[in-house]
């Protein structure tokens, strides 16, 4: 037993979507989350640029006793995640080779559509993922940087937002794929408007269902869990608008938030 807490890192309110399944899926758990949102998106910028940057939230993290580290985003899972395994003592876990293992077992026609960042495209993480498990897979992947923005913005609600979806889309629904992975972890807040631009034939993957598995899997064989009477804490940091924040997670997550901001110098400092 470990009443520490989980850490979770993303580059804004994105990694909500996983944190919203573990809290749903181990309500004894305490998480403690934090939001990089002065510095997103994170696919725009390069690979050391994210090195950096995980860097210093891992060690903001770890300076508050977390037992376990989820990267809930794409492009620092891509980027990161190997470099965080190799320096903390703790069990790090990204959200790319669970979201391609969901993949694989939902495909009928081998035909797997992938939307994440440019800097996940670019990275071929999620190739080099499918393609270890099994290389007979089609696979089409396109960068959308406009969704992370607008899911910052709240802009997931109106008919104007799904046309901008649609538009995004266009090209990745031409593919006739039955498979599309939300590649980062800010798309399943937009779920709908990705569904009904892609048509009801084509099963969404959210990543951050199969990466609580493997953190129960892992929390299980560590024997790391809470007890079961714990009452979970959740903490919430960003070094973006708290009052945004907020907003998002209290949409999301469907409870209010206490959030704190992080000044990025005192994050570059810890």
Same mark, same amino acid.
């Given at each position: 037993?470990?009443?520490? /807490? +989980? ?6 309110? @994105? ?84 979201? /391609? ?17 440019? @800097? ?9 993922? +499918? ?45 006739? +794929? ?83 901001? +992080? ?6 400092? /810890?």
């Amino acid at each position: 037993m470990n009443n520490g /807490s +989980i850490g979770f890192m993303d580059s804004g309110v @994105g990694g909500l979507s996983v944190a919203k399944v573990a809290m749903e899926q181990m309500p004894n758990e305490n998480i403690i989350y934090f939001g990089d949102e002065a510095r997103l998106p994170y696919g725009e910028k390069t690979p050391k640029e994210i090195r950096k940057y995980s860097k210093q939230i891992s060690k903001f993290l770890m300076n508050k006793k977390i037992k376990m580290l989820v990267i809930a985003c794409n492009t620092a899972t891509a980027h990161a995640l190997n470099y965080l395994r190799d320096n903390l003592d703790i069990p790090v876990i990204g959200v790319i080779e669970p979201g /391609s293992i969901a993949a694989l077992k939902t495909t009928k026609t081998n035909r797997i559509g992938i939307i994440a960042t440019n @800097g996940t495209v670019k990275s071929g993480a999620y190739n080099k993922a +499918i393609n270890k498990l099994n290389n007979k897979v089609k696979i089409y992947s396109e960068g959308c940087p406009k969704f992370i923005p607008m899911v910052e913005a709240q802009h997931y609600k109106t008919a104007e937002d799904q046309k901008e979806v649609d538009n995004d889309l266009s090209d990745m629904k031409k593919n006739d +794929i039955d498979t599309l992975i939300m590649g980062c972890t800010h798309f399943p807040i937009m779920r709908h408007l990705i569904q009904n631009a892609m048509g009801d034939d084509v099963n969404l993957i959210d990543p951050g269902y199969e990466t609580v598995k493997q953190i129960e899997n892992t929390l299980s064989e560590q024997k790391l869990f809470n007890k079961k009477d714990n009452v979970a804490k959740y903490e919430f940091y960003t070094t973006g608008d708290v009052d945004k924040f907020k907003l998002v997670a209290k949409d999301w997550l469907k409870r209010e938030v206490n959030v704190e901001h +992080i000044a990025l110098n005192k994050l570059e400092e /810890s």
